[in-house]
């Protein structure tokens, strides 16, 4: 069987696949669709995958809610991103609405406010040999939306300089 990496795929039987996405799972954090992808990888069937999902779930391997609460805290505290970044890429990683809110109500406020400011005194550093006013505020503005950060929070940021 030929897989997308340009190499011949092992076909695993799911009690070889088994203990190899166990130690997947285990290693870091997964998504549900990452360890889909995976299980297809082996080249297992969609009734197969389902049976070793569910196990998986049943042994507390894989946990949606706990991946996505890792995966912003992470890119928050790492990237410093901010929230709509975030929930688009957890969107991408086909993480459920439930889960996602659950991930952004773990970002602190107060630090999530911080971090906001931070970014917004950095880049007016960087900003000093512009002299119009509107296209610096443009341009803080710009970057905080590529950050991730919501338009109402930049708004009221940039109202306080």
């Known amino acids: 069987m030929y897989s997308p990496k340009g190499k011949y795929a092992e076909k695993l ?22 360890v889909k992808d995976k299980l297809y990888g082996y080249g297992l069937n969609s009734k197969e995958v389902d049976e070793l999902l569910s196990r998986l779930i049943e042994e507390n391997y894989l946990n949606e809610e ?20 975030i929930k688009y890429e957890l969107k991408q990683k086909r993480v459920t609405d439930y889960c996602i809110r659950k991930a952004l109500a773990s970002i602190d406020e107060e630090v999530y406010m911080v971090v906001l400011k931070k970014h917004l005194a950095d880049k007016l550093k960087s900003l000093g040999a512009e002299k119009n006013i509107f296209i610096r505020k443009r341009k803080l503005q710009d970057y905080l939306i590529q950050k991730g950060f919501e338009s109402d929070l930049i708004r009221e940021a940039l109202l306080e300089l």
């Open 66 to 85: 706990r991946f996505a609460i890792h995966f912003a805290g992470g890119k928050f505290r790492m990237k410093k991103w901010g929230k709509v970044k």
């Open 13 to 34: 039987t799911p009690q070889q696949a088994l203990p190899k996405i166990k130690h997947y799972c285990a290693y870091q954090e997964r998504c549900h669709q990452e």
